[in-house]
């Protein structure tokens, strides 16, 4: 990181997350193992099953596809290192792959918030113009969506790693956190802190608030719209195509706002701790299996790529 200063003193940090736990560490090491081998594993299965079934090859699931992908880098970021300290005594990381994991961390977080905001708008689409779904959601503009997400996401990643690595780091090297996130290493920094604080929370609101406001006009135009089908069963249809996305968007905003869209002086406590896995661990597995266990289409495609008999309708 070019951004490091040239007066930083410190060199390791320690991540102390969960070391005072002691021997509970061993069992955390093996849930925490399970989990993401879990969320590899359902994600892999989402990938695959979109993959294979042409079924499947619509813009939605092409999202879907690009978010598993995301989500389980997003959690290669952070799960493998958290695995090592468990089972280690030092628990230490060096400055440079304290700021490598957390530009990585940032970018697949950004990317994310913005895919599902992309997903929210294919929803739009697909329920208020039915009819243009097509010729609007085309490869160009579902490839150009994803691209801009993935740009935004990793350039505003560099831009708030760069402002946190440009801080002199002269005294305290421990991290009151399981990994390198923005607030627990910003409150080592042997400096004023509060301009950069600032800029951090503005793009933490960039991030996180548009999205989420993008995605409610969105879903408030997709109610409107649903109201006024006639029929009670096309209601719930369409209503169906939805839950799965709202589901991961509740999740997903509400445990990021929980962490980043307050002042920074009530950060990194014990409490955050406990978010931080949700947004890190839980969110991943969330998205396939709820993507899975919801969604019919899915469902179905799975059975028949696994070669499992599917039942058809009687018309």
Do not use: W
Not at 57 to 74: A, K, N, R
Not at 192 to 216: C, G, Q, R, W
Not at 243 to 269: E, N
Request: some cysteine; glycine content about 4%; overall charge positive.
């Amino acid at each position: 990181m070019h951004g490091v200063n040239r007066t930083t003193v410190v060199t390791r940090f320690v991540l102390v997350g969960f070391s005072s736990l002691g021997e509970l560490q061993l069992l955390l090491f093996v849930i925490f193992l399970l989990l993401y081998l879990t969320i590899l594993l359902a994600n892999a299965t989402i990938m695959a099953v979109i993959r294979c079934s042409r079924t499947l090859h619509t813009p939605m699931y092409g999202f879907l596809f690009i978010l598993s992908f995301s989500e389980s880098c997003y959690t290669f970021v952070i799960i493998p290192q958290l695995l090592v300290h468990l089972l280690s005594a030092t628990k230490s990381i060096s400055f440079v792959a304290c700021a490598a994991q957390l530009f990585f961390f940032l970018g697949f977080a950004c990317t994310n918030c913005f895919l599902i905001a992309v997903m929210g708008y294919d929803r739009y689409v697909a329920i208020c113009q039915p009819l243009r779904y097509t010729l609007v959601m085309n490869k160009r503009l579902g490839l150009g969506l994803v691209s801009l997400s993935g740009v935004t996401g990793f350039f505003i990643a560099l831009v708030a790693t760069n402002l946190i690595c440009d801080m002199p780091f002269c005294g305290p090297n421990r991290v009151n956190h399981y990994f390198c996130d923005m607030a627990p290493v910003i409150k080592l920094a042997c400096t004023d802190t509060h301009v950069k604080e600032l800029a951090l929370f503005s793009l933490s609101i960039l991030v996180i608030m548009v999205p989420f406001l993008l995605i409610l006009i969105s879903y408030g135009f997709i109610l409107n719209t649903i109201l006024k089908i006639p029929s009670a069963e096309g209601k719930r249809k369409a209503f169906a195509t939805c839950a799965s996305h709202l589901t991961v968007v509740i999740v997903h905003y509400g445990c990021a706002s929980i962490i980043y869209l307050r002042p920074r002086s009530k950060s990194a406590s014990d409490k955050d701790q406990l978010v931080a896995v949700t947004y890190t661990v839980v969110t991943p597995l969330l998205n396939p299996l709820v993507y899975s266990l919801r969604n019919q289409e899915v469902k179905t495609a799975l059975k028949r790529v696994l070669g499992m008999p599917v039942a058809t309708k009687v018309i």
